[in-house]
């Protein structure tokens, strides 16, 4: 299964030690940077927010494959509605954004159940943007 359109913006990253990406359930985390440059799954709120994982690493150094920009699968962390703004979970989970504070990290274009993969724009947004 693709994990991710034509178009989209792919980056690699070094990932953070102590840090398995390898996993199937940690494909489509929001990926963040921790103060090395490194890749870590989660961004709370949105912080240091960098894409979605497609691929990652077993162990510290290894190659983390992100989208940085464009269409996605990401994992979602309640039910999401398609144009939902999103922002991310401390554990890398995509939710829909409830608070001016949060940073905008994606749109979802398609609807996604409870816990499970749904497509989504992902872009680099800004903590403060009022909700519509």
Not at 29 to 45: M, R, S, T, W
Not at 95 to 106: M, R, V
Request: charged share 15%; net charge negative.
């Amino acid at each position: 299964m693709a994990y991710n359109a034509p178009g989209a913006t792919i980056i690699t990253l070094n990932a953070e030690a102590a840090t398995d990406l390898s996993a199937d359930g940690s494909r489509g985390l929001g990926i963040a940077v921790d103060a090395a440059g490194d890749a870590v799954a989660g961004a709370a709120d949105g912080a240091d927010f960098m894409g979605a994982l497609l691929a990652g690493g077993r162990a510290a150094g290894d190659p983390v494959t992100i989208v940085a920009f464009g269409s996605a699968l990401v994992q979602g962390a309640e039910p999401i509605n398609e144009g939902d703004m999103l922002t991310v979970l401390a554990g890398g989970e995509f939710e829909q954004k409830d608070a001016d504070a949060e940073i905008i990290c994606g749109i979802a274009i398609a609807a996604g159940a409870d816990e499970e993969l749904f497509w989504a724009l992902i872009t680099h947004a800004q903590a403060g943007n009022a909700l519509a």
